[in-house]
């Protein structure tokens, strides 16, 4: 295929005061590499400080996945995984990129791992009947490096978010409902539809309002929020631990292998 006609890893359009963001590599389940984290990003920077951008809204090309998290393969490669100067953004360019406009998770697919944490760091979540969620590192010798472990804690009642977090067990888009992890729930086809009228919602209110409370309930302040930098830096510090690991060698190996993996606690 000639490169001119490649279809862009993201697609970013506006709908009157809403930015749709898409992740547009469903052939890859809409895995993130350097180039989506670039992109999607930009598209986060570019809303913040657009004052006619007012919400904006995630989601995935295809009716298949919303994001399947790192692209293992790019991973492989030794491809670098986020911009130089830019790693503060965390996974795909949005999990720790705290912008002042609400945005929206219209998740069209299973959303396991990284999908999930996106899901996590968005302000609402409106997913399909056929979306699952779930962050199953720890079935591969990992963590859910991208916010997930303390986010799906803070979110969620302790006891039910620790059965998920240390089963690494998915749960249907019907249960993340009533567990509050989710808004909405709709059918496959009407995801992004529900999603840009729940923007709309939003839209019809004074922007700059909308903005303060979220700063406010979040305590976002210079793009930060103080309450979850501890967790960030434990979080970082675990990583590297961990990574060093035979176990988290043998995960992935195992994987690879279609075979249950053999772990050590080393």
Known sequence: MNNDTVAPPVLVERQDHIMIVTLNRPEARNSVN???????????????????VWVVVVTGAGDKAFCA??????????????????????FAGYVSHHISKPTIAAVNGFALGGGTEIALSSDLVVAADTAHFGLPEVKRG??????GAFRLA???????????????DPVDAATAQGLGLVNRVVPQDKVLDEALALAERITVNAPLSVQASKRIALGIVDGKV???EAAWRLNEAEIKVLMASEDAKEGPRAFAEKRAPVWRAR
Request: hydrophobic fraction near 45%; proline fraction near 5%; avoid cysteine.
């Open 34 to 52: 350097l180039e989506v984290t670039l992109r999607v990003g930009e598209a986060l920077e570019e809303a913040d400080q657009d004052p006619d």
């Open 69 to 90: 998290g790192a692209d293992l393969k790019a991973v492989a490669r030794g491809e670098a995984f986020f911009p130089e100067g830019k790693e503060h953004w965390g």
């Open 142 to 147: 990992i963590i859910a490096g991208a916010g």
């Open 154 to 168: 803070a979110q969620l009642p302790t006891k039910i978010a620790m059965e998920l977090l240390l089963t690494g």
């Open 226 to 228: 103080a309450s979850e």
